[in-house]
Every structure is written in structure tokens, then in C-alpha cells.
């Protein structure tokens, strides 16, 4: 773990209209996550966890506030480069994987070169090395529909690091699996964190995911509070 | 390209339909096409099977034989210029009523002088300088007519024998009779004529014509200028322009309405794109660029199923003729039709918002 926040919020706020009330989901809200740290977030539902990782992944603009990746800031940047810097910098894992259905899981791995503009045979090289370090290399040319559920998450997760990133954000990455897919798929997202010195942040209930969170807050009423476990 | 490749070519089902529609529309495309080229080239065969190329109408005729009439001070005016070959030239249509059994003929009657530059088989030169008579174009042989058969000419009351067959073609749609000048002007004047025909037949060099032009009242058209005088020659190829304008506005229209359900089908896909860092830019270069491949398979395919009913009509009496250049316009229209329709969705992909992957909405 280095001393250096990969992952930073800063007085972020952002909040909706409710009729004529309007509804923080997000109150002035900081946090720092360093990379190789894996942070979990709960909370209720409708608390904004959803929000926050899209905020942190800078797939949404906060009303108020900024998001440092690596200590840039992002909150004056246009459309184009947060999308860069997103590119470059930050990967997601979804609670229902989200592959594309019509790519195999090498090919799943391989867009994320190609959305880079990388040379295709070493992106294809890295996409299988990856796919064999995740001991997926049997599924390797297998399209999602033919894949189990743990084995469509640990695709997606293999997806996300492919790109390298600084950031990785998984929305409930283990919701949708049994106890014993999920615990498989908990471990592989803190041994990435950690090995990878990937600044992890997590939104998740079960206790596959917490019991490997390096940190745990819970969001409630747009703030986090540290919970201990 | 990268993912819509892959779409393409693992869910090929989805695209079945829309391709379908395309390939149709290019079906119909080039059937049209071929139908247009084959109308416009039956009705001015006559003309473009005479060796000239240019013709003199009276002021403001238009092209058209029957507005014009000129006398032999015009022709002498073109005749006189160095290097230019002139020869008059009688147009006009008339029904040929058989005398001893025999079809029925509505014809395009063409009175030309045995001696012109118009007629250049000396068989021919020879029949239209002895008994009047008239010389018919080929395919009324295929249908009955003989050698020798007798025709009464019209209001004339003037019966002629048939003489031989060439091939001349059809004017207006109407085949072509060559008669001498002398007697087509007996049809058209009796005894009246004064040494009137219609046009006059230019050949050689187009030096001095715009002077003898306005000095005779007389309006000099190239030979595809003059196509325009033949009857129903702008109807056809205005009608079938606006049926193969409509078609490429519906194709269009059909395939900008494909992408954009697409679009909306695949906007959780999109904003995963997007998500990953993919740009408008990349998004849309991998939509339109799907549109582009399935357009130009199912226009390509269209295009030569199309290109072979024409070819297979153009071996029946139908008027069909497969024009390369004139197919290829279809192809590229068709294809760029199909492209411009994608773009109505371009708005709705750069809308997308990429927290659309995890369901948040902005």
C-alpha cells in the first residue's frame, strides 16, 4: 500500500429533485482511497452507493466537489478527457458482469486494447496470459452464454484489469453469485488489489466481500461512516 | 470495428431482416434501373442508329419533329458551309393499314434522300430511289410482315409495298418506316409539300453552324439533345429519376429507423463502451460502420440478383437494358442512402450517458 490516495473525493455533493424538496444523496462527501487498498461501501438501498462509484468512476459529474485519480483533479475536465481518463485509468466490474454477448471472453478482454488503440497481437498475448493467471484459459473462446455465472464475473473482472488500472469500482460484484462463486470471485478482487496496487473501491453487502475489505464505511444520509467489523 | 464485427457475424439472425428489406429495395432498384435505360434506349434507338450528330430544328421547336418545319433555303445555308455535311430529314408518325392482310402498323415515318449520308447500305440507296415504297425496321419481320406486303399510309390514302427491312429501330416507341423524302412529303403535304421536310441531318465539323443557325431561324441540337423531342422520352425518364429517388429516401429511412431501435436495444452496451473510455467518436464509428458492411452486403446482393432478372427480361420483348454505369449509381446510391439514414441515430449514441452501465441515471 502506498501513501499516495490513487482515489480521491473532495467535498462532493450531488443531489436530486424529489417533487419540489431536493434530496442530497451525496453531502459533502470525502474520501481518499491509496492504491492497493481494497474499501468496501454499504448502505441501504437507495443510500446513493450506486451514485458514488459513478461519481468516483467519473461516469457522472458531482453537483459539487472533485475527484482527484492520482491526484489529478477531474472536476474541470471536459467530456472527452474524462473519457481518457477513464481509459487510462479506471475499470469497473458490474454486479451482473455486463460482458458483450457477441465477444468471446478472450474478445472481452481484447476491446479493452482496442478501445486503447493497442497493437492487436500483444493485446491478444496479455488478454490469454490473463485469462490463464485467472484460470480461465479453457473458457478462453467461449461467448458469455456459455458461461457460468462466477465464470461470466471472473471474465468481467479479468476485463477490468486488463486495462491496468489506478481505480478499479465494483458495483455488489458478488451479489448475484452462491456463497462459494462469491467468496472465489471476493478473493480474486482483493488478491488484484493488493498484488496490483489497485486503489479498489466496492460497494457490496455480503460478507464474502467484507471479509476481505482492508477498510468498511457505510453510506447513510450521503455521508460515510467507518464501521467496524 | 472491433465489436460490431463480431455482431455482425454471431448474430446475424438480428440483421436477417433488415438486410432483407435492402437487398429487396436494391432488387427493385436495378430491375428499375434496367427498365429506365431500356425505355429511354427503345425509344431513341431509331435516332441513334443514324449516323449524324446534330440536328437542326425550326426556331423553337424543342427538339420535336412535328413543331418544326424547314424549307431548302436551310438546308443550302448548312450544305454550304466547308466540312459540314447536310441532308434533310422528314419525321412524323402515321398508320400503315395492310392491304392484303397483315398487321396493323402505327410507325415512326422517316423520309430521307436515297443520296444522303443517312443511308449508307447501297441496297438501301437503291430501293429508295426506285418505286416508292418503304423500308421497315427488322423486328416487324419477326412479326408477319413480308417483303412486298402493301400498306396504305394514313390520311394520304398512299398505298406502298414493302420494300426490305433494316435495322432502324423505333422512335417514340413506334418502329421505323424509311420512305424517300419525295414520298414521305406526299404523306405529310400531298401536293402542297413546296420542298418541306423536318429537320436537317448534320455531320462534320460545328464550325459556322451557330451563324447559319441564326441566319435560317433554326435551333442546331447535339444528338442526345434532340433524344428530348422523342415522345414520352421526358416523362419516362422524369418518372422513373423520382421512383429511384423514392426508393433511396425509403431506404434510408428504413435503415435510420433500424439503427435507431438498434441504438435503443443496445444503450446499456453503449454506455458499457463508453464506461470502458471508449469515445463518441469510437462508439459510432463501430455503429455506422456496421450499417456500412450490412448495407453494402445486402445492396451488393441485391444488385446482382437484380442485374440477373434484368438480364434474363432483356431476352424476352420487355424493354430492359443492364447498364454498368447506371447499376453502379444504384450501388453507390444505395449504399450512401444507407449510411446518411444511419446517422439519424448519431444524436441518440452521443447521448448515451456511460452511467447507464451501472444503471444510474444522470
Known amino acids: 500500500m502506498t501513501n499516495q490516495p490513487a482515489l480521491s473525493l473532495d467535498g462532493v455533493r450531488v443531489a436530486f429533485r424529489d417533487g419540489l424538496d431536493e434530496r442530497a444523496v451525496l453531502d459533502d462527501l470525502s474520501l481518499d482511497v491509496a492504491g492497493g487498498e481494497l474499501l468496501v461501501v454499504s448502505g441501504r438501498s437507495g443510500a446513493g452507493k450506486s451514485t458514488l462509484l459513478a461519481v468516483a468512476g467519473l461516469l457522472r459529474r458531482a453537483d459539487h466537489g472533485d475527484v482527484r485519480i492520482d491526484g489529478t483533479s477531474t472536476a474541470a475536465l471536459n467530456e472527452r478527457r474524462r473519457s481518457v481518463v477513464r481509459r487510462d485509468h479506471i475499470a469497473f466490474v458490474y454486479q451482473s458482469a455486463n460482458l458483450f454477448p457477441s465477444l468471446t471472453a478472450v474478445e472481452q478482454l481484447e476491446l479493452v486494447g482496442h478501445i486503447r488503440n493497442e497493437p492487436s497481437g500483444e493485446v491478444r498475448h496479455r488478454a490469454r496470459a490473463l485469462l490463464e493467471d485467472l484460470d480461465l484459459a479453457d473458457r478462453a473462446d467461449q461467448l458469455p452464454a456459455q458461461m457460468s455465472g462466477g465464470e461470466r464475473q471472473r471474465v468481467g473482472i479479468a476485463r477490468a484489469l486488463m486495462a491496468s488500472p489506478t481505480v478499479l469500482i465494483a458495483d455488489e460484484p458478488t451479489a448475484s453469485l452462491d456463497p462459494e462463486r462469491a467468496k472465489v470471485v471476493a478473493e480474486l478482487l482483493a488478491s488484484a488489489a493488493h498484488d496490483r496496487d489497485i486503489a479498489t473501491l466496492v460497494v457490496a453487502h455480503d460478507s464474502a466481500a467484507l471479509q476481505h475489505a482492508d477498510r468498511h464505511l457505510r453510506l447513510d444520509s450521503g455521508r460515510l461512516h467507518h464501521v467496524e467489523d | ?362
Open chain 2, 1 to 362: 470495428m472491433f465489436l460490431a464485427l463480431r455482431d455482425l457475424k454471431r448474430g446475424a439472425r438480428r440483421f436477417l431482416l433488415l438486410g432483407v428489406v435492402i437487398a429487396l429495395v436494391a432488387i427493385l432498384s436495378t430491375v428499375l434501373s434496367g427498365l429506365a435505360t431500356g425505355l429511354v434506349t427503345d425509344g431513341i434507338s431509331g435516332l441513334r442508329a443514324l449516323p449524324f450528330e446534330r440536328l437542326a430544328f425550326g426556331e423553337g421547336a424543342e427538339a420535336t419533329f412535328s413543331r418544326s418545319s424547314l424549307r431548302p433555303p436551310a438546308l443550302d445555308a448548312y450544305a454550304a458551309l466547308p466540312g459540314v455535311k447536310a441532308t434533310p430529314l422528314g419525321a412524323s408518325f402515321a398508320n400503315a393499314a395492310p392491304v392484303d392482310g397483315g398487321p396493323n402498323l402505327d410507325v415512326a415515318l422517316f423520309g430521307v434522300s436515297a443520296d444522303s449520308f443517312l443511308v449508307q447500305r447501297a441496297d438501301a440507296r437503291a430501293a429508295l430511289s426506285g418505286t416508292p415504297g418503304l423500308i421497315l425496321t427488322s423486328e416487324l419481320e419477326d412479326e408477319g410482315v413480308k417483303v412486298g406486303d402493301r400498306y396504305t399510309l394514313g390520311a394520304a390514302d398512299l398505298t406502298l409495298p414493302v420494300l426490305g427491312f433494316t435495322y432502324a429501330g423505333t422512335y417514340g416507341h413506334a418502329p421505323i418506316a424509311f420512305t424517300s423524302l419525295e414520298t414521305w412529303q406526299q404523306i405529310q403535304y400531298g401536293n402542297g409539300a413546296d420542298g418541306r421536310f423536318s429537320a436537317i441531318a448534320l455531320s462534320g465539323t460545328d464550325r459556322g453552324l451557330d451563324r447559319a443557325a441564326k441566319a435560317t431561324h433554326t435551333d442546331v441540337l447535339t444528338k442526345d439533345e434532340a433524344y428530348a423531342g422523342s415522345p414520352g422520352y421526358t416523362a419516362e425518364t422524369t418518372t422513373m429519376t423520382m421512383i429511384r429517388a423514392f426508393l433511396l429516401i425509403i431506404s434510408a429511412l428504413v435503415i435510420g429507423a433500424f439503427f435507431t431501435v438498434l441504438t435503443v436495444q443496445r444503450t446499456r452496451q453503449i454506455g458499457l463502451l463508453k464506461a470502458m473510455g471508449a469515445s463518441n467518436g469510437y462508439v459510432l464509428r463501430d455503429g455506422i460502420g456496421q450499417m456500412a458492411i450490412l448495407v453494402s452486403i445486402a445492396t451488393i446482393s441485391g444488385v446482382l440478383i437484380g442485374g440477373l432478372l434484368v438480364f434474363a427480361l432483356s431476352r424476352t420483348p420487355a424493354p430492359v437494358e443492364l447498364n454498368l454505369p447506371a447499376v453502379a449509381l444504384v450501388t453507390v446510391s444505395l449504399i450512401v442512402a444507407g449510411i446518411l439514414g444511419s446517422l439519424t441515430a448519431f444524436r441518440r449514441v452521443t447521448q448515451v450517458e456511460p452511467a447507464i452501465a451501472l444503471g444510474v441515471e444522470s
